[in-house]
């Protein structure tokens, strides 16, 4: 009897089915594993230790340079900004500067700073974020902006820095944005904006999406 070889059978038969389904839970186990692997890797290299005296000395220089780094556009309150401001370390050779400026009525006002050091040398440059404003002609608008207003929070180990600005002390507006640092600044990651102070309080993270 002629036998032939039919190539459909030979792939496609429920044994080799089988085996190569096998064959791809393990390969994914292995990306999955080493997705993971990279990630905690990532974490260990963001949780940096940074001592007192390192913190000190970076605000000190950040300070020294007021005039030419324009430092809160010369609305700084010292005393209160020296005791609020925070080092947060990128890497082993960058650092995150929060400058409080001032405290406003029910919020503050912060700037920030990439503070880099390498062969000794040191750089400290002003970091923009993108804000959007909706105008009197009910139009949003976005524009860079050094100074933040609001309540931040950093998280070092994500690297996503979180913006919750009041409209009026009351809270009824305002708005929510979150940012991710990305190599040699922040990206806009999220903005939410509720213009209308109504007099009904939201959630900020439930406020209207402007962005993405």
């Known amino acids: ?3 032939y070889f039919d190539k459909k059978k030979f792939f496609f038969s429920p044994a080799r089915v089988a085996k190569l389904g096998v064959f791809i839970t393990i390969i994914s186990g292995f990306v999955l594993n080493g997705c993971q692997i990279r990630n905690q890797d990532n974490l260990r290299e963001n949780n940096l230790s940074l001592s007192s ?8 220089n950040t300070y020294n340079k007021q005039k030419d780094l324009q430092l809160c556009d010369g609305e700084i309150d010292n005393s209160l900004s020296k005791k609020s401001s925070s080092v947060y370390p990128l890497n082993n050779e960058e650092y995150l500067v929060e400058i409080m400026c001032f405290l ?8 920030y700073f990439l503070y880099k050091i390498n062969s000794g040398n040191v750089t400290i440059k002003p970091l923009y974020f ?12 976005v524009k860079n902006i050094r100074s933040l207003g609001g309540s931040p929070t950093y998280d070092p180990q994500t690297q ?4 919750y600005t009041k409209g009026r002390g009351l809270a009824d507006c305002g708005s929510f944005s979150q940012y991710q640092w990305e190599e040699s ?3 806009l990651k999220e903005y939410r904006l509720k213009s209308e102070c109504d ?13 993405p």
Not at 53 to 60: F, S
Not at 130 to 141: G, H
Not at 199 to 211: F, K, S
């Open 160 to 163: 996503v820095l979180t913006i």
């Open 185 to 187: 600044g922040f990206e």
């Open 1 to 3: 009897m002629k036998r």
């Open 104 to 111: 406003a009525a029910y919020q503050g006002n912060y700037q």
């Open 53 to 60: 005296e390192t913190q000190e000395q970076i605000l000190e």
């Open 130 to 141: 993108q804000e959007f404003i909706r105008d009197n002609n009910n139009k949003i608008n």
């Open 199 to 211: 007099g009904n309080y939201l959630e900020p993270e439930n406020y209207p999406q402007v962005y």
